[in-house]
């Protein structure tokens, strides 16, 4: 459904699903545990960068199942 060429960034993602930009904050908005002592290390902002955008992309998944099921439906629809 997406533009071969589409990017999907966190800090685009973190504003649309908890209105915050900024990693830390995108962090406590989703209700998880920000370290601000191990912030800024390339691998503590990578891990949580990483643990964020599973969080918000899995989020959309009923969103995709119930387009997917009314997609089905058309499907079997067209073919009667």
Same mark, same amino acid.
């Given at each position: 459904? &997406?533009?071969? &060429?589409? !990017? &999907? +960034?966190? %800090?685009? #993602?973190?504003?649309?699903?908890?209105?915050?930009?900024? #990693? %830390? *904050?995108?962090?406590?908005?989703?209700?998880?545990?920000? +370290?601000?002592?191990? %912030?800024?290390?390339? %691998?503590? +902002?990578?891990?949580?960068?990483?643990?964020?955008?599973?969080?918000?992309?899995?989020? &959309?998944?009923? !969103?995709?199942?119930? *387009?997917? #099921? !009314?997609?089905? *439906? *058309? $499907?079997?629809? $067209?073919? !009667?």
């Amino acid at each position: 459904p &997406f533009h071969p &060429f589409s !990017v &999907f +960034d966190t %800090a685009t #993602l973190g504003g649309v699903a908890y209105g915050q930009t900024v #990693l %830390a *904050r995108i962090a406590d908005a989703a209700g998880m545990k920000w +370290d601000s002592d191990s %912030a800024h290390s390339a %691998a503590y +902002d990578a891990e949580q960068t990483a643990e964020i955008f599973c969080k918000i992309v899995n989020s &959309f998944k009923p !969103v995709y199942d119930a *387009r997917k #099921l !009314v997609e089905d *439906r *058309r $499907d079997d629809e $067209d073919d !009667v």
